[in-house]
């Protein structure tokens, strides 16, 4: 009797069950944007986009996804990327209504729910108000102060340099690259580097510690409800070593403080946490508050670090492994004539110098995935599609910057003439297209703090070394690539090479 009872019940349970799966099924079928192409498994789960970070390549999936099937694709339910320069200003342009996505909930990495960071806020008037606090401290006028701290790291860099060309052995340049910019981005907000460039050592495993950041709030953007959960089970297995940058930058804002005498009381503050400091105490109105001061300052080296890691390790790649172009840059810093550290006035007025930076950011941006922003109230039109309030639309650096339409069929080469030689429409497409530090009010605001140190250090490298890569094993570099991990930023794990010395002066 009992078996007749359950047998119904079971029975009812399978139907409903096979009900769900059907309806599950059907459902991206049936939907708006059952037409919009893309991986079949994108249209049911975020599984898939989680599996391509996992992957660490979902840079060149993206770009190959456009390539074969249009502007717009699908990647997730409800999140699309689009390939077309026209839609940036309507996803990304000022004063618009479209706020940054679910994604960057995750970033959010103070324990109080209500201290968010610039890189974070989502509430568009809360973030205007933040970046106005701060925009100063990272303008044009301020980069002048910073210029000695940077060429207080080149020495360093140069002396390790030194160093390995006359040991004769290959070095991780790759490495020792991440070091120098973790170490000139610290000292340029901290006025005290973080060792690495020394000790040639991840000090603190500072750097470890970012690279699990990133993974962790990586994987936590798909699922943002899930934050909280990969948070904690991200400090199981890290430990203290989690965040530690942001420890750090407290430590030394803390010192800050306490060395009230040392504080520029009259002159110009220099380091740019003393300037946030000095506009704390001149300026109250600004209403910077210690969070502010805290946030910015870690997300200084949080931010700051990897990127411009990979400019510059894109900038040294591209130069010295083409003659070619290696003796076109040396030419013109010859006929510049620059002094021994270049002032980044000095290197900017180097056209071909500026060509070969832009064209390497171009190939190979720091951050490889898509800059979500949501459609908002009342839906919007991008590429000839109707999007829904509330959906997701991203522009990914490399697919922009991977654009055949825009660069040419060529794109894929590096070929720095190609900013020199465009006119016109297509030059202006060309830079519309061009966004490694992303577009719009959420521009990258250590833009010019990056530039300046790609700038200082590259024409001292050129001039004064030579470059030989290598693999892991000590032959030759064959390939055409560097290796890349895409973990948001893009990290390259190992770039070889021999180091030679060039122009010792004599005596
Ligand atoms: C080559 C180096 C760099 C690259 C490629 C880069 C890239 C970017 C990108 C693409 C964004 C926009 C992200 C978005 O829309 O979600 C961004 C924002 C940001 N970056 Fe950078 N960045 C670099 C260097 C720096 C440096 C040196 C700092 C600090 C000193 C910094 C601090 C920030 C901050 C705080 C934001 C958030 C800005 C806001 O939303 O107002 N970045 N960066």
């Known amino acids: 009797m009992a078996f007749i009872d359950i047998l119904p019940l079971s029975q009812a349970i399978t139907g409903v069950s096979i009900l769900f799966l059907l309806a599950y099924l059907i459902t991206p079928l049936l939907s708006w944007s059952r037409e919009i192409p893309g991986p079949l498994l994108a249209k049911y789960t975020r599984l898939w986009y989680m599996w391509q970070k996992y992957r660490n390549d979902f840079h060149w999936t993206n770009i190959k996804l456009h390539r074969e099937k249009g502007a717009v694709v699908q990647i997730m339910p409800g999140y699309f990327t689009i390939d077309d320069p026209k839609a940036h200003k309507i996803i990304y342009g000022h004063g618009n209504a479209w706020k940054k996505g679910e994604f960057y909930v995750a970033w959010n990495v103070s324990s109080d729910p209500h201290a968010t960071n610039l890189f974070a806020a989502r509430d568009q008037g809360l973030h205007a108000s933040m970046r106005r606090k701060v925009a100063s401290m990272y303008s044009m006028t301020s980069l002048v102060s910073y210029e000695p701290y940077v060429d207080h790291c080149i020495d360093l860099l ?32 901290f006025g005290e580097r973080l060792g690495f460039l020394d000790e040639g050592k991840d000090v603190h495993e500072m750097i470890q510690s970012l690279d699990y950041t990133h993974i962790i709030l990586t994987f936590a953007g798909v699922y943002p409800w899930l934050t909280p959960l990969f948070k904690a089970v991200a400090g199981v297995f890290t430990g203290d070593k989690l965040l530690y940058f942001q420890k750090f930058a407290s430590e030394k804002i803390t010192m800050a ?13 220099t380091t740019m946490v003393r300037k946030f400091l000095d506009a704390q105490r001149r300026e109250p109105k600004k209403g910077l508050t210690d969070w502010d001061v805290a946030a910015n300052a870690g997300s200084n080296i949080g931010a700051g670090s990897d990127t411009t890691a ?42 071909f110098l500026q060509a070969v930076i832009k064209e390497s950011m171009r190939l190979l941006p720091g951050v490889g995935l ?125 770039l070889y090479a021999r180091v030679v010395r060039r122009n010792l002066k004599a005596g």
């Open 370 to 494: 898509p800059l979500w922003r949501e459609v908002p109230k009342g839906g919007a039109v991008v590429c000839g599609r109707f999007f829904p309030e509330g959906t997701n639309l991203g522009v990914n650096a490399w697919v922009s910057h991977h654009n055949q339409q825009v660069y040419g069929e060529d794109a894929d080469l590096f070929r720095p003439e190609r900013w020199q030689e465009a006119s016109g429409e297509t030059a202006v497409a060309m830079e519309q297209s061009w966004i490694p530090f992303g577009l719009g009010s959420r521009t990258c605001i250590g833009k010019n703090v990056s530039l300046l140190e790609i700038n200082k250090i590259i024409p001292v490298l050129v001039r004064d070394f030579d470059f030989y890569f290598q693999d892991q094993h000590g032959n030759p570099e064959t390939r055409d690539y560097i290796t890349l991990k895409n973990k948001w930023f893009l990290k390259a794990p190992h």
């Open 257 to 269: 403080r306490q060395e009230h005498g040392d504080l520029a009381e009259d002159g110009p503050a």
């Open 158 to 189: 140069h002396s390790q340099l030194d160093r390995a060309a006359s040991a004769g052995s290959a070095i991780n340049l790759g490495r020792w690259l991440q070091f120098f910019a973790f170490d000139a981005v610290s000292i340029i907000t």
């Open 310 to 351: 990979i400019g510059l390790i894109a900038t040294v790649y591209y130069l010295f492994r083409d003659p070619a172009i290696l003796e076109r840059a040396r030419q013109e810093m010859d006929s510049e004539g620059l002094p021994d550290r270049p002032s980044f006035q000095e290197a900017q007025k180097l056209p």
